[in-house]
């Protein structure tokens, strides 16, 4: 394990897998660490061992994440599953956990590609039991084949929360209603940039496809609705809402809520690279050039933890980040890298044709944040809206320091939660765009572990010679 890696991937998705077969393609020694038990990451989640049943009713976006783990497994890279790294060094050494033991190593350059998670929104009571993320009914159902009991209610926006509506159709589940969010007006001002995404009409027709299945499917589809919250003593009961004819009550014993996808900044953020904000998509992402590669030369980031571009794209970020290193390394020569990072770029262009319609159609709604001050925040530290809007009357200004006074995003999640909820709270009580402001700091470990396993992690590098 000592040994020092040519590239140490981080996260074993479409980018990560995909970065490791072309680096090893060009004889590169590749450690790929993933927090799962197998490769595939989001999309491809445990596509190895996956039944009938789940591959019918995911169909191919799914199912073609089979040859790519097959490539990956005869590539030569080597895997580790179920380690969960827990921090990254500015100098490339990593530290990982598996089966409660942590081990540092060292590589010459590091690929982050630990993908992207569902925008986290607080909402009145979002903590009661019974609500949860509508991409952890996809997980779960990938990885074990569970699916939810009924009446189940889904809420927010976005192209996945229209795609696990499909599947939960297909399977059976009982459900009650689909509470869209998406403002009305977003396709106004998604509509100047229809010209570009037709060149991709089979991926338009794949969205127009789901709103079809959805609405012959007989299900209750709200359209343009606001202020959905959930209501129940111990566990979720009902869920309301208002549409423009007012307000309604629904039974439900799950919320599922989806609220877009963001890039995860985990490790980004706690290396101090910089991250700029996307006024569209309203998410911070890591600066890096076209080939992933950031401030800090021999660190890369690749797939959706660079920008949220969907599965094939992560593929194509991940062999660029990959042969940009093999260049770098004299693996192949530049004529042979540049023909083939032009050849992938343009693949990657015509894949992100529709992305600027889709972000914009679906582009998170004003008020998303403007929640009441009881709402918890920071579940973690459980400080509330009101705890925040206190310390910025108070004369806070800036995420960092609120976090300070009040321990928002400084609980065991890093921020993960709460660190965009509190920069938008800031924001819109000081009139600023968070572009002005600067994403928390993330201290490592970036997840938990025990201190017994932290001590015995100083105990290895002191015996290191
Ligand atoms: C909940 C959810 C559901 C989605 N469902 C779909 C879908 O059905 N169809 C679709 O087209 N797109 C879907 N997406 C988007 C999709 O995830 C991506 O476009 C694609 O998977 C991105 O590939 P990636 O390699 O960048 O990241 P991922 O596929 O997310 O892979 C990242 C990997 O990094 C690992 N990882 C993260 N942190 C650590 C750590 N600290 N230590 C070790 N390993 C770590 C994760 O376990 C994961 O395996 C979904 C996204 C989310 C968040």
């Known amino acids: ?107 010459k350059h590091i690929i982050i590609a630990i993908g992207a998670t569902e925008r986290p929104v607080p909402f009145a009571s979002w903590t009661l039991p019974g609500v949860m993320g509508a991409g952890a009914v996809d997980a779960n159902f990938k990885s074990s084949g569970i699916i939810p009991d009924g009446p189940v209610v889904l809420a927010g926006s976005g192209p996945l929360l229209l795609s696990v509506v499909g599947h939960m159709a297909h399977l059976g589940v009982e459900i009650s209603a689909v509470l869209d969010t998406t403002p009305r007006g977003n396709i106004l001002s998604a509509l100047p940039l229809l010209p570009g995404a037709l060149r991709r009409t089979d991926c338009l ?99 959706d933890s660079a920008f949220v571009h969907g599965g094939i794209p992560a593929e194509l970020k991940g062999s660029l980040a990959a042969l940009d290193i ?68 108070e004369g806070s200004r800036e995420p960092n320091e609120i976090k300070t006074i009040t321990r928002c995003g400084m609980g065991h999640c890093q921020g993960r939660m709460c660190g965009t909820a509190l920069a938008e709270i800031i924001a819109e009580n000081l009139k600023l765009d968070p572009a002005d402001l600067r994403p928390l700091n993330i201290r490592p470990p970036v997840r938990n572990i025990s201190l017994s396993e932290l001590s015995r992690v100083a105990l290895l590098e002191a015996e290191t010679p």
């Not at 680096?23 to 009938?52: H, K, T």
């Not at 049943?53 to 995911?58: F, V």
């Not at 050849?343 to 929640?371: C, H, Q, W």
């Open 326 to 393: 093999a260049g770098k390394l004299n693996a192949l020569s530049l004529p042979e890298k540049t023909d083939y990072m032009v050849k992938i770029t343009k693949r990657l262009s015509s894949e992100l044709a529709p992305r600027p319609f889709v972000d914009a159609l679906y582009k998170p709604r004003m008020g998303l944040y403007n929640i009441s001050d009881d709402t918890l925040v920071c579940r973690c530290e459980e400080i509330t809206a009101g705890d925040i809007r206190q310390a910025i009357l």
């Open 205 to 303: 027709l794949k969205g127009v496809g789901m709103l079809l299945n959805l609405k012959r499917s007989g299900i209750n589809y709200f359209k343009g609705i606001t202020d959905y919250k959930a209501d129940g003593k111990d566990c979720l009961e009902t869920v309301s809402f208002k549409t423009k004819n007012g307000s309604q009550r629904i039974d439900a014993e799950l919320l599922l809520v989806h609220e877009g996808i963001v890039p995860r900044c985990d490790f980004t953020q706690q290396i101090g690279l910089k991250h700029l904000w996307d006024p569209v998509q309203r998410y911070w992402y890591p600066e890096t050039n076209e080939s992933g590669a950031t401030a800090m030369n021999d660190i890369y980031v690749a797939g």
């Open 1 to 107: 394990m000592d040994r020092v890696r040519d590239i140490i991937i981080i996260g074993a998705g479409p980018a990560g897998l995909s970065a490791a077969v072309t680096a090893s393609g060009y004889g590169l020694d590749v450690l790929v660490l993933d927090e799962q038990p197998s490769p595939g990451g989001q999309l491809y989640r445990n596509i190895e061992r996956a039944e009938q049943d789940t591959l019918k009713t995911l169909g191919s976006d799914y199912s073609s994440g089979l040859a790519l783990v097959e490539k990956f497994r005869k590539s030569g890279a080597e895997y580790i599953g179920n380690a969960i790294v827990w921090r990254l060094d500015p100098d490339c050494n990593i530290c990982f956990s598996t089966d409660g033991q942590s081990t540092e190593i060292s590589g």
